[in-house]
C-alpha cells in the first residue's frame, strides 16, 4: 500500500473509515496504516447488515510515525 503526503492536506489526526470485499484485506490494509503512522491498531471489523464487504474505523496521528515509517 503506498500513500503519499499529497494526499492530506496538513499534518494532524485523521478518522479512516475503510471498507474493504473482506476481513483479510480489511485487516492488510490496517496494518499498513499501522507501519506507516500512530494508529488506534487493528479496530474490531464490521458487517452493516444488507450491505457486502466487512467495515473498520482507524484513528492516526499523521505527525507521528509508526514503528516502520
Known sequence: MQIDVQ????PGLVVLDI????EGTLRAVMEGL???WATSGVTPVRRLPGEPGVRARVYADVRRPGPTG
Open 7 to 10: 494526499h492530506i492536506a496538513g
Open 19 to 22: 471498507a474493504a470485499a473482506d
Open 34 to 36: 499501522q507501519r506507516q
